[in-house]
């Protein structure tokens, strides 16, 4: 596509000089190291107003991001030579033409070449409401012909199902759980976000905005991100009708609390089990519409495939994981809320079933994934305490409202911790390193995530961990118990120097605010947090990548959409607590069922789509090859056996910190696990029953390839921001430093069968609302 | 309404409640009554004869707890059956003692053994009586009560056999009346309340009508 | 530690099953009970059998998947916990443990120790929810206050995790517990009052065509649910049922 631009410049003696701009594709697909070519022409005036062409210049290219105001000083890029008489004056008209190219190449839409991330015209607060004026829209007649998929039923896919069946559509909604209630959205503690400021502490849209930008390490996208504030408020509204019970101040009205990375209140909570909450809400809007026939639930079902007929997303391929059988189920359009891919490291908070399949079907069929290694490492989690270990279980981030965190001063202190010769509780305060209060005074035990980890790991690395292992720090409550004690003494007119009497009000106060974390920790550990500092470390608990989506959460398969935990767009290179339930519901109830409509308008005469058709019956024909492949192995080790290596290399390699060497020698470890893995798989059984351990080796399959494609991202990213930490790029106090100059993009990978040689697209992160600043917590 | 509201579980167990109730009623006046044979065999006579003349109590309440009485052991009956079809398969091992009070577990054979008690209770004194009066058309003894009472209680194996089945009526309504309140709804608030009164009233009832067949029988 | 263990093997739906026993060595008391079940499974595996399926997924109790009946109590001996938060410290050195499946007609057998709990759903589905349709343009999430402790007690009741151990452990295979407790989350809020008699009888009428016993008040369910869910929900029900059968 050719377009072309003319601006004439007078000069002050008649002479004047044209310029066009030759664009070889759409404006707005240009990306910034493309270049523009610019062609030039001198007039020189021959009387009467008429100018005759003194010169042509066969055309000047410049790369998009390298036009600046001294673009004509660079010799090779401007044809005027000091030989020329008027070189001179040439030069002072060229000088003026600069600078109306600079704010012209500006204005181009950067983008990014095949990624055309379709961010709406208009100033940031208003591009959502632009956008939603201007799609199109479908009738609810029509809607009504119109089936949509969707593949998980938590947050995002409970409440995208429910509202796209609310609007009209027919959605056919898959899950692996034997329930739509158990999507491990449920598993979510802390809260959720949202810029209600009831609390009245100065907080707002932009924010919350701001902070999930910092927060993100500037890694996310403007507009998806003040998006995501914008209709946070309406979530809370939207749970509180649903019956969604919120925890309540005494007068009646929603309580708050802080969580990490900032200085408001605006986390909404229900106890620490928020995301029950709210996963129930969703899950309850799903059953209203089921019991209208609008919503056909498909639970025990995994997705295998995706379908794509004349390059649209048709349907998917399904195994019923009771009965083994592969199945078609075709659509106008499918969207993906399948989670994230956590589970990769084996021990995670993630729940069991937890997998990156779907995504990575998807992905093989031509959506790009992006920033796969930006994985968020949980700071406050029970540690491992063995071998057999199954799974990791999450310790709320509101706990660090009421807990400090430390490790003792001293080495030899660590040292008789760890062989049991000395209790917590008789460290002598002064003989405590609250490293986090240390280090940050100004977020102190609040803190971000990925800063509050990597505080962590630094102090055990150093040798103050405090567990067996050596990997554990103290999250101490005795400080708050005290305070909570003593004003509810004083609020119920009680002896303030009664220690015991103190104690045990504190605890209540404690209690009625973490209760079942507390219960669940000891459970677990076999000890009282309440009269024993809790021993926490982090753990791998939410993954920022994930597929590629555009403003309208559409994948790069036209037809095939990405929401919650399984797209990557909002949160950057690090997830600020409480977020992700903002992100999933958000994605869900508001935003997905106003751009979706905007690509199904086309379908309104589609009808229906037979699921027998070729595309269909070779799809599923692949899946039931690939099942064949692994179920003929017949080798000598479990699923479990390979699982668990492929989590230790990436833990070991490819975790809370990474370098270059570590990451190359984690592809080849993989590489080599992978073909083990195809040729000493054991699966028992067969196929057409009730399965696990397939189902679980199909999965893992997946993982293999991601787990080669996450060290690919790591190792070329070379820098340190959010969760990704490089060791190479940290300065003197540790801290990670990021590259904006080069790195301020969008890492989108293309797959390719040798995942080494995986295809990266860069998609140009713009900031025009805030500065790029080093992301300081002190 | 009713009949929807008597079709559903929920239903079903109120009116289990409520005749569970209405007999509690029946049994605490029973047992004001029967205790007065103790101290006074004047006021037991007129008591008795007062009920078993007036056409009140004769002709309309006694219908009606005979109905009750029915209605409570048929509906236990098929509530128990349709429970037991709720589960086809058993468990191997089944620790019920662990989670609930056993009196609560056996409420069917509690009531069966009352419900054989309460055969033999009608052999005893309810058919004589009903012959005495409307069949064999004996003439009116307002006297003739008390002694009739006495005279039952002679024999150990009845007596014997009347405080087993007491102790049953007593873990039948341990858990029954505490049960009732609580399907009619009452609040947790007062449940420990409840329980006490509800353990209280089971065995006190009970064991005033064991002293009283006892005091007869060693009496005289 | 070694453990004798008794596991209700099942191939599917229609087969009969019967109790299967394994034995089963050094198991450490730290390891989790769903752990010790791993273990044994890649015991099995290893040596060429059919490995004991099990429903589990978050393993952090509360997802409410796992679903065992341990010993003849629902998630085991331990109170107030899954099976997935059961440690293997609450047995000894030479335990016998039986390990069965949830028993219900409403619940059937899938394989094993898995079995089929849409009904839950399908109960759910019956009223389980408050209808207004989510486009977030509602009321302001303050404009109804509402009292702290009717607030706390529609959360105490919403805390249900629908694992079915109310069902499991009832003599009667009742599921009460469950329905009194969703039907309460919702009677107890403004916003849930509009539609509470409808919701009351649907939800009842559907927990009744599931084929679930009638409860006798014996209160195993309370003692077993890992989220202690009151029996006061239960009482409420009664009376909010009684209630609304009269008005229709």
């Given at each position: ?30 990306f910034d190291h ?31 991001e ?44 950067v983008s990014n070449?095949?990624l055309?991330s379709?961010i ?73 976000n ?13 924010r919350l905005f701001y902070d999930t930008i910092k927060g993100g390490d500037y890694r996310s996208r403007e507009a998806n991100v003040y998006?995501l504030a ?29 969580f990490g990375g900032v ?77 994230g891919y956590g589970?990769l490291f084996?021990?995670s ?19 790009f994934f992006a920033n796969p290694s930006f994985t968020q490492i949980h700071p ?17 981030e ?38 986090l209060?240390?280090r940050y005074?100004a977020f102190?035990?609040l803190v971000p995530r990925d800063v509050a980890s990597r505080a962590a790991k630094e102090?055990?690395d ?76 982090p753990a791998v608990h939410y993954t920022m990548g994930g597929l590629w989506v ?15 935990e399984a797209n990557f767009s909002d949160h950057g290179a690090n997830r600020l607590g409480a977020s992700a339930?903002?992100q ?66 990436i833990w070991n390699n490819c975790g809370m910190s990474r370098n270059s060497v570590d990451l190359k020698?984690a592809i ?38 991601l787990g080669?494609l996450f060290a690919l991202d790591a190792l070329k990213r070379n820098e340190s921001c959010g969760g990704h930490f490089r060791e190479e790029f940290q300065t003197k106090e540790g801290e990670a430093m990021r590259n904006d100059e080069e790195f301020t993009f969008v890492s989108a990978w ?8 995986s295809?990266l697209h860069k998609e140009k992160l713009l900031f025009d609302n805030v500065e790029l600043k080093n992301r300081s917590y002190k | ?220 | ?248």
């Amino acid at each position: 596509m050719t377009g072309k631009r003319c601006v004439i410049i007078f000069s002050a003696r008649m002479k004047k000089i044209t310029y066009s701009l030759n664009y070889r594709k759409p404006k707005n697909q240009y990306f910034d190291h493309d270049e523009l070519v610019v062609c030039l022409r001198y007039y020189h005036s021959i009387g009467n107003g008429k100018y005759k062409v003194t010169k042509k210049s066969t055309g000047i290219k410049c790369k998009l991001e390298d036009w600046d105001t001294d673009w004509h000083k660079s010799n090779n890029r401007h044809p005027i030579k000091s030989s020329d008489p008027d070189y001179l004056e040439k030069n002072t008209l060229l000088k003026n033409l600069s600078v109306e190219l600079h704010s012209h190449a500006k204005n181009i839409k950067v983008s990014n070449g095949v990624l055309n991330s379709k961010i709406p015209e208009g100033s940031l607060d208003m591009k959502w409401t632009n956008h939603k004026n201007n799609v199109r829209l479908v009738s609810p007649a029509n809607k009504r012909n119109i089936d949509v998929i969707v593949v998980g039923t938590g947050l995002a896919g409970g409440s995208a199902s429910a509202t796209l069946a609310e609007q009209g559509y027919n959605v056919k909604a898959f899950c692996f759980q034997d329930s739509s209630r158990r999507a491990h959205s449920i598993a979510a503690q802390g809260g959720i976000n949202a810029a209600k400021n009831y609390q009245g502490d100065g907080d707002s849209v932009y924010r919350l905005f701001y902070d999930t930008i910092k927060g993100g390490d500037y890694r996310s996208r403007e507009a998806n991100v003040y998006r995501l504030a914008e209709v946070s408020t309406s979530i809370i509204d939207q749970c509180v009708a649903q019956g969604v019970p919120f925890a309540r101040e005494y007068g009646g009205l929603l309580d708050n609390r802080s969580f990490g990375g900032v200085l408001v209140s605006r986390t909404f909570y229900a106890k620490g089990q928020t995301g029950q909450q709210l996963l129930l809400g969703a899950y309850s809007a799903m059953n209203r519409q089921i019991a209208r026939g609008k919503i056909k639930m498909y639970s025990r079902h995994e997705m295998m495939d995706i379908v794509i007929i004349d390059g649209k997303a048709k349907g998917i391929i399904t195994r019923n994981l009771v009965t083994g059988e592969i199945e078609s189920h075709s659509a106008h359009a499918v969207v993906l809320a399948s989670g994230g891919y956590g589970n990769l490291f084996y021990l995670s908070t993630n729940a069991m079933g937890s997998n990156v399949s779907a995504a990575w079907k998807v992905h093989k069929k031509g959506a790009f994934f992006a920033n796969p290694s930006f994985t968020q490492i949980h700071p406050t989690c029970i540690p491992v305490s063995g071998d057999y270990q199954s799974k990791l279980t999450l310790m709320s981030e509101s706990l660090r409202n009421d807990g400090r965190i430390w490790v003792p001063k001293k080495l030899e202190d660590a040292k008789k911790i760890r062989n049991n010769i000395l209790k917590p509780t008789d460290v002598p305060e002064d003989d405590r390193d609250y490293y986090l209060e240390r280090r940050y005074p100004a977020f102190g035990n609040l803190v971000p995530r990925d800063v509050a980890s990597r505080a962590a790991k630094e102090r055990c690395d150093s040798g103050y961990g405090v567990n067996k292992t050596g990997e554990a720090v103290f999250l101490d409550f005795s400080s708050s118990i005290i305070r909570y004690g003593k004003e509810k003494a004083l609020v119920k007119g009680l002896d303030v120097n009664d220690l015991n009497l103190i104690k045990s009000l504190g605890e209540d106060v404690i209690k009625a605010k973490y209760g079942n974390l507390f219960q669940m920790y000891e459970k677990i550990v076999d000890q009282d947090p309440y009269k024993t500092p809790m021993m926490i470390y982090p753990a791998v608990h939410y993954t920022m990548g994930g597929l590629w989506v555009d403003y309208n959460l559409m994948t790069t398969i036209p037809g095939c959409y990405a929401i919650g935990e399984a797209n990557f767009s909002d949160h950057g290179a690090n997830r600020l607590g409480a977020s992700a339930l903002m992100q999933g519901l958000a994605d869900g109830y508001f935003v997905l069922p106003n751009t979706i409509n905007d690509f199904l308008a086309d379908d309104i005469k589609t009808g229906p789509i037979d699921n027998e058709l070729p595309e269909f019956t070779q799809a599923k024909k692949s899946v039931e090859d690939s099942i064949e492949k692994l179920m003929k192995i017949n080798g000598t080790k479990t699923v479990d056996y390979f699982h668990k290596k492929l989590g230790k290399i990436i833990w070991n390699n490819c975790g809370m910190s990474r370098n270059s060497v570590d990451l190359k020698s984690a592809i080849k470890e993989i590489q080599k696990l992978k073909k083990q893995f195809y040729s000493d798989l054991l699966i028992p059984g067969d196929q057409f029953s009730f399965n696990e351990p397939l189902a679980k080796a199909l999965r893992v399959a997946d993982f293999m390839e991601l787990g080669e494609l996450f060290a690919l991202d790591a190792l070329k990213r070379n820098e340190s921001c959010g969760g990704h930490f490089r060791e190479e790029f940290q300065t003197k106090e540790g801290e990670a430093m990021r590259n904006d100059e080069e790195f301020t993009f969008v890492s989108a990978w293309e797959y390719n069968k040798v995942i080494e040689n995986s295809t990266l697209h860069k998609e140009k992160l713009l900031f025009d609302n805030v500065e790029l600043k080093n992301r300081s917590y002190k | 309404m009713l009949k929807k509201l008597f079709n559903s579980s929920i239903g079903r167990k109120i009116a289990m409640a409520l005749s569970g109730i209405f007999l509690i009623v029946f049994l605490t006046q029973h047992f004001l009554i029967n205790i007065t044979s103790v101290f006074s065999d004047s006021l037991f006579n007129w008591l008795s004869h007062f009920m078993g003349t007036n056409p009140l109590v004769q002709f309309v309440l006694q219908p009606i707890l005979i109905a009750g009485v029915l209605f409570h052991f048929v509906m236990g009956f098929i509530l128990d059956y349709q429970n037991r079809k709720a589960r086809p398969v058993n468990y191997a091992v089944f620790s019920g003692s662990k989670n609930s009070l056993m009196v609560s577990r056996y409420m069917i054979l509690s009531g069966t053994v009352i419900l054989s008690f309460l055969g033999l209770h009608f052999y005893d004194f309810w058919i004589p009586e009903m012959e005495y009066k409307y069949i064999e058309f004996k003439p009116d003894d307002p006297n003739r009560y008390h002694h009739e009472l006495v005279e039952k209680f002679q024999d150990p194996i009845k007596v014997v056999f009347y405080c087993i089945s007491f102790v049953f009526l007593a873990l039948h309504l341990v858990h029954g009346l505490a049960s009732s309140t609580q399907s009619l709804g009452t609040s947790n608030r007062y449940s420990s309340l409840i329980k006490k009164i509800s353990y209280s009233f089971g065995i006190f009832i009970p064991l005033g009508f064991c002293f009283i067949a006892i005091y007869h029988f060693l009496s005289h | 530690m070694k453990l004798f263990l008794k596991i209700w093997r099942q191939k599917d739906s229609k087969e009969k099953g019967k109790i299967v026993n394994y034995e089963i060595d050094k198991i450490s008391e730290d390891m989790s009970f769903l752990e010790m079940m791993d273990v044994l499974n890649e015991k099995i595996v290893l040596n060429g059998g059919d490995p004991v399926a099990f429903d589990h997924d978050c393993r952090e109790g509360i997802c409410g998947s796992c679903s065992m009946f341990i010993n003849g109590e629902p998630h085991g001996p331990d109170r107030g916990v899954t099976t997935c938060q059961l440690h293997m410290r609450k047995f000894k050195d030479g335990d016998t443990i039986y390990i069965e499946p949830f028993r219900s007609r409403a619940f059937p057998i899938i394989k094993d120790l898995v079995v089929d709990r849409t009904a839950f759903d399908r109960i759910q589905q019956a009223g389980g929810y408050i209808s207004i349709n989510t486009s977030g343009n509602t009321l302001d999430a303050n404009t109804i206050p509402i009292e702290k402790e009717n607030a706390d007690k529609a959360f105490d009741a919403a805390t249900c995790i629908g694992c079915g151990a109310c069902v499991a452990t009832c003599k009667n295979s009742s599921a009460m517990l469950f329905v009194s407790a969703k039907v309460s989350q919702f009677s107890l809020l403004p916003q849930g009052k509009v539609e509470a008699t409808d919701r009351v009888l649907n939800m009842v009428k559907q927990m009744d065509l599931e084929g679930f016993g009638n409860c006798t008040n014996t209160g195993a369910c309370h003692v077993e649910c890992p989220k202690g869910i009151s029996l006061d929900y239960i009482a409420k029900l009664n009376t909010e049922y009684a209630k609304a059968s009269l008005k229709k």
